[in-house]
């Protein structure tokens, strides 16, 4: 079963979604972020969208340009054989440039297929010659013989005029044999034939130029006698053509049809007429289409659908990811310092007791901090003071902490940190100097000149210790430092 393009995308977003509500671990949070900068980026996407659709645009407006000029080109000559004039050369080769210029990469027409569009009584219709509906309009092996496509709709009594006819390549059309009444022969034979059937990039022009001839030939054509054999009897199921072998009837030579067949026999040399090509069919010429510019469309619309599509899916994933990061934050954020909170310790902590276990670290730490007289701060300075102590005090303990070590606000006038690598005598060292720096930080000074104190309690994790023991033990050392006058590091 093949799965659209389209399907994939939804099934690889919805995978990714999965992912994030799954595991919200930092792992994917961060993949996630990643994959937000690149892929979900709107504007970036925005951009490349404008651009395509730009791009394409341009491509349509220069393929219009070049159709309306072949178009002018076409009905000049034209209007110039409806007074009888021929074309000068130069004329000619302008008209043959432009079909040059504007023909697509297929330079040789290798198969030329049939596609018919016939009036019956009433409708115009499209027979493919390869469709099994219908018979073949030209049978290779078999040439029963070719003709102009006239069918005789018997059951009407009306003459009925296969019109015109589109020439393929494969799948895609290339040209389009027009027959006119009222018009002089068009000089074909100067221009090659095997321009006239290249792919031109003008459907558009073309297919009305093409609507607007046919209307035209169906209605003189309709009240000609045209459609009568020499006998007088109708003509029945002409099928086969070959528009290189017409392209190659000159306006002096009588239209001579070798074959076609009537009532299921086969008549050799019959003709429509015993008068001059010139004087029964005054012009017939193709007319180069391409559903190029058709296909552009179909393309940006394309484009269109899918960028928006995408457009769509980041939208909703930003919002989303948005909002995963902002329950995320909620969830593991203290509020004021922005610090992690305690549940980010409960969930993040415990899993690196295992690596402390399997002695993939040598030393962990936990340091307790607790700003000493902190009541009195806020009795005396009132409480914004105290939160803005609190801030300050964690951006302080943020800055001199490594990337490595995590740092919580516990509650109150709290803080945690947690180290691995260090020994004691580094931890006590280190502790020291935050709690020597804590005395100077410039922001608390402004409000408080004599600054505040911190006491720690730390202490390095036992083997095996559970994390609650660990607390518990360096709470008390916190205490001790309380005990022993504040503003002291005690270790153990
Ligand atoms: N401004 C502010 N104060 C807080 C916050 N959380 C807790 N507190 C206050 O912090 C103070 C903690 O006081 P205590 O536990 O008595 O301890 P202390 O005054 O620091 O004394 P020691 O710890 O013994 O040095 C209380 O007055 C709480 O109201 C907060 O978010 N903002």
């Avoid at 099934?11 to 992912?19: D, E, K, N, Q, S």
């Avoid at 006058?485 to 153990?492: A, D, K, S």
Wanted: with cysteine; net charge neutral.
């Amino acid at each position: 079963m093949k799965i659209h393009k389209k399907t994939w995308l939804a099934l690889l977003w919805l995978l990714g979604i999965t992912l994030v509500v799954l595991h919200g671990t930092n792992e994917i949070i961060e993949f996630s972020k990643g994959k937000a900068k690149s892929t979900l980026d709107l504007n970036h996407n925005l951009q490349v969208f404008s651009e395509i659709t730009e791009h394409k645009s341009r491509e349509v407006i220069k393929r219009i340009e070049l159709s309306s000029r072949l178009l002018a080109k076409q009905t000049d000559l034209i209007n110039l054989m409806k007074r009888r004039e021929a074309p000068s050369d130069a004329e000619l080769s302008d008209y043959s440039q432009l079909l040059k210029s504007t023909h697509s990469q297929i330079s040789v027409i290798t198969t030329i297929e049939g596609e018919i569009l016939y009036r019956s009584s009433k409708n115009f219709s499209l027979i493919q010659n390869n469709s099994l509906s219908h018979r073949p309009l030209f049978n290779r092996t078999n040439r029963q013989g070719f003709a102009w496509d006239i069918y005789y709709d018997i059951a009407s009594e009306q003459p009925s005029l296969l019109s015109s006819i589109l020439v393929k390549e494969g799948d895609h059309p290339v040209g389009q044999i027009v027959i006119a009444h009222d018009i002089t022969w068009f000089p074909l034979l100067k221009i090659r034939n095997t321009e006239l059937l290249l792919v031109n990039k003008h459907y558009l022009a073309g297919f009305h130029f093409l609507t607007n001839t046919t209307e035209k030939v169906r209605l003189e054509l309709t009240n000609t006698e045209l459609f009568k054999t020499p006998s007088g009897k109708p003509l029945k199921n002409l099928e086969a053509f070959q528009p290189d072998k017409i392209l190659k009837l000159s306006p002096n030579r009588e239209f001579n049809i070798p074959y076609y067949q009537l009532d299921g026999a086969i008549h050799e040399k019959a003709l429509l007429s015993e008068a001059p090509i010139s004087d029964r069919w005054s012009l017939l010429f193709m007319i180069p289409i391409d559903q190029e510019i058709d296909i552009l469309y179909k393309e940006i619309s394309e484009t269109l659908t899918n960028m928006l599509l995408i457009l769509v899916v980041c939208a909703v994933l930003h919002k989303f990811i948005a909002y995963h990061f902002r329950i995320r934050e909620l969830t593991f954020t203290d509020e004021l310092t922005k610090l992690n909170n305690r549940q980010h310790y409960n969930l993040f902590v415990p899993p690196r007791l295992h690596l402390h276990d399997r002695e993939k670290i040598q030393h962990f730490g936990l340091m307790i901090i607790d700003v000493d007289k902190f009541k009195s701060v806020n009795d005396t300075y009132g409480h914004a003071i105290g939160d803005l102590v609190l801030k300050a005090l964690a951006e302080h303990l943020k800055a001199y902490c490594r990337e490595s070590d995590l740092v919580y606000r516990f509650g109150g006038e709290e803080f945690v940190i947690i180290t691995e690598g260090d020994n004691l005598e580094q931890l006590e060292a280190f502790a020291n100097r935050l709690r020597e720096l804590a005395s100077q930080i410039e922001i608390i000074k402004e409000h408080i000149p004599e600054g505040i104190t911190i006491s720690i309690g730390i202490s390095l994790r036992q083997p095996k210790e559970p994390l609650t023991e660990l607390f518990k033990r360096t709470d008390n050392f916190l205490y001790k430092a309380k005990q022993n006058g504040r503003n002291r590091v005690e270790v153990g």
